[in-house]
Structure formats: C-alpha cells, structure tokens
C-alpha cells in the first residue's frame, strides 16, 4: 500500500485519474495514460476476457496492505497472479474459477467459496453476461438465460465477496456493457448497483479504462463497423467500467 503520511514529497505511478486511455495525445488532458510497462508477463491472447496487467497492477499497490491477502475470484488467464509475482506478493495472493487454466488457480465458485482467511482486496471480473460462453457449467454467469437472471448472479457474488473481505477492505469490480437487441444494456452500472444493495459496499470510484485496439476498432474491420454504426444508431464500445467498492462496516 501507498504511504502518504509525508505527502509533500509523495511521488509514485498509482494515479486516481477516472479516464484512463491507452495511447492519445496527452496536452493538457486531464486523463491517466496506460503507461507501458516491461511486464514480461506470459498472457495467452487466446483467451477471451483478457483484462491488462494495469488494472491489478494499480489496486494491489494502493489498497493491500503489507501482509494483505488478494483474492481475483474470476483467475481467467492468472493476470492477477502474474502482477503479484511481479510486485513479490505472490504468496499472499488466491485465485480461483470455475474454469481453472494455470495450476496456481484453484477451482472455486465465486458465488460461494470461501476463503480459509479473509482477503483485504478482491479483484472481480466477471462475464459481461453472455458475450462470451466460458463454459457449459450452470453457475457459469456467462450461461444466465436473462439480464435479470444475471444480475441475479451478480448479487450473489456480491454477497459472498461481501463475507470473505475484510472490515475495511476494497473490492475492484471490472465490467464493461452489452447491446442486445439493438439496445445498449449498461451492465456496468446495474451489477454494481448490486454490490451495493443493501449497503454492503459504497462506491469510492467510477473508472473508464479505454480497452485500446480491438478487432472491431483495428484497419482491418473499422469501415465495416463504422458503417454498421451509423446505419444502427449506436456507438462503438471503447472503454471497461471499473468499480472502486469498499467494504461497508
């Protein structure tokens, strides 16, 4: 965790910017750049809902504390793992999913495990509902057959984070949009409305992280989408909510 007791001398790369952008022009632009960093971190491109080592990177060195515990209850491809290795808080740092891809992932059920001592910051990247299929398991949120179901789902997520995190602690919840049926759904808001229900988290922080080039943003299919988008009504999805949620006492 950051000091900032001498905060007349405090310099350090953790920002508290609420836009952050992966390459543009920076004049006089009150906005984070990504920065880019000699990670040297094994990530398979192959997979889908790769979330960038910066995201971890940023909330594990301003919220743990020293000796805390971090626990990514959807490990994905093991990015958050990879960034406590790099940061040397590999040991103090627990993930789990249901569909485990590296041996340090343990198998777990985020709307139900438990952890065996509580974790004082949670990194939380769910499905974006049925964007992507990760599985055929049935507690798979990505296999929810409605939105309501889904954030159904979330809640209970939510309420199992909400007892496996320490009074005091922070959760990071990273979760972007969806269009169904020609509307923009604003998934984002809504599951995090569902950490917050019943007052057990408040929301510190909302971020927009730029998700950089994609496959529908790169030369290769911009016409085609630019097109699509004007003949549709709608725009181009550039950015990832990011929730700063912090435990209610």
Same mark, same amino acid.
């Given at each position: 965790? &950051? ?14 910017? =609420?836009?952050?952008? =992966? ?31 910066? *995201? ?20 994905? =491809?093991?990015?958050?793992?990879? &960034? ?6 590999? /040991? ?12 340090? #992932? ?32 049935? /507690?798979?949120? =990505? ?28 959760? #990071?919840?990273? #979760? ?12 984002? &808001? ?16 909302? *971020? *927009? ?25 709608? /725009? ?7 929730? *700063? ?5």
């Amino acid at each position: 965790m &950051v000091n900032t007791k001498d905060w007349r001398e405090l310099q350090d790369d953790i920002t508290t910017d =609420s836009l952050w952008i =992966s390459s543009v022009s920076t004049k006089n632009r009150p906005m984070f750049i990504i920065p880019k960093r000699d990670w040297e971190l094994k990530n398979s491109a192959e997979f889908h809902g790769l979330f960038i080592p910066e *995201i971890p990177y940023q909330f594990i060195r301003r919220f743990l504390p020293e000796n805390g515990i971090v626990w990514d209850c959807f490990g994905g =491809s093991g990015t958050t793992y990879r &960034v406590a290795e790099y940061l040397g808080v590999q /040991n103090n740092c627990i993930l789990t999913d249901l569909n485990p891809t590296q041996d340090y #992932i343990q198998f777990g059920d985020a709307t139900t495990h438990k952890l065996e001592k509580k974790a004082d910051l949670i990194m939380c990247h769910p499905p974006y509902w049925d964007i992507v299929k990760y599985s055929d398991n049935e /507690n798979d949120g =990505s296999n929810c057959k409605s939105c309501e179901d889904f954030l159904d789902w979330m809640e209970k997520v939510a309420n199992n984070c909400y007892n496996n995190l320490n009074k005091d602690g922070y959760l #990071i919840l990273v #979760i972007g949009n969806c269009y169904k049926d020609g509307e923009e759904l604003t998934l984002g &808001v809504w599951a995090k409305d569902r950490f917050c229900k019943d007052k057990k988290f408040k929301c510190k922080a909302h *971020i *927009i992280k730029d998700y950089g080039e994609t496959k529908g943003t790169d030369g290769k299919n911009y016409n085609l989408n630019y097109v699509r988008q004007l003949r549709g009504g709608y /725009n181009n999805f550039y950015g990832d909510n990011i929730f *700063i949620l912090k435990k209610n006492k």
